[in-house]
């Protein structure tokens, strides 16, 4: 009798919330039927990565190649991580949503997202021992307030019940903005020995296999140097979960 009390007590302050404040689309802000949904025309023009792709890297492919099949950058330079996926491409679709979570201050978009995370990312979810998010520097973190990668972490380890390290992985020195670099090559070589596993976590790393999260991959320099770091201290596998990646490669890209 209290548990059902409740329940409708809850959904009547639901409804009533949300006849004040009626849910929007994440990404073009029309009215949704909950919160942290996208409506039917901006689902429609969203680039879902479900198809063929590369059983390392999961780069899309055009065409169906076979079960296993790497691709041609996975095959001459074998990333640190065992395997990455991500749940869409990185386009103008996209982009708005994601960015208003990542500089946007949009919080409340996480759980939505990290909803997609644990559909698209299930097989690595079953196979994963602990999450870890990939960190900030202290210094970038402090002005940006939020982690945005830690956050869909958070919400991932809710949903899913699996355990999270927060303070496992450090970013041990500050880094120029991926953004900024033009190439892969730069890209890795502005994190090169950026990320390290704290000493007080390395016995919750060793011997398990962790999922690395991230929000966008580019060109996977930095889930690789975060990869690096944790094999370092004796992770027995390292799977990146990502909630977008850019498709089209930059010069020298491993994407």
Not at 27 to 38: F, I, L, S, T
Not at 130 to 152: D, G, K
Not at 231 to 246: M, P, T
């Amino acid at each position: 009798m209290g548990g059902a009390l409740h329940t409708g007590i809850t959904r009547a302050g639901r409804a009533t919330l949300d006849l004040v404040f009626p849910p929007l689309c994440i990404a073009c802000r029309a009215h949704v039927a909950e919160p942290g949904a996208m409506c039917v025309t901006c689902w429609s023009t969203i680039h879902f990565l479900d198809g063929p792709m590369c059983e390392c890297c999961g780069l899309p492919f055009e065409l169906d190649p076979g079960a296993g099949t790497l691709c041609a950058a996975c095959h001459a330079r074998p990333p640190a991580f065992d395997k990455a996926r991500a749940v869409m491409r990185y386009d103008d679709a996209s982009k708005a949503p994601i960015l208003a979570l990542k500089h946007g201050d949009r919080l409340d978009l996480a759980p939505g997202f990290t909803r997609w995370l644990d559909r698209g990312g299930r097989v690595l979810l079953d196979e994963a021992d602990i999450i870890v998010a990939v960190p900030l520097h202290r210094v970038r973190l402090w002005r940006r307030r939020y982690n945005q990668s830690a956050e869909l972490a958070r919400a991932l380890a809710r949903l899913s019940g699996k355990p999270i390290e927060f303070a496992a992985l450090t970013r041990s020195r500050q880094t120029q903005s991926q953004g900024a670099m033009r190439s892969a090559k730069a890209r890795r070589r502005n994190v090169l020995g950026a990320f390290r596993v704290s000493p007080g976590h390395k016995s919750a790393i060793a011997g398990r296999n962790i999922l690395l999260i991230d929000d966008v991959l580019t060109t996977g320099a930095t889930v690789e140097a975060c990869a690096r770091a944790l094999k370092r201290a004796e992770a027995a596998k390292v799977f990146v979960l990502a909630l977008a990646r850019v498709v089209r490669a930059l010069p020298g890209d491993m994407i």
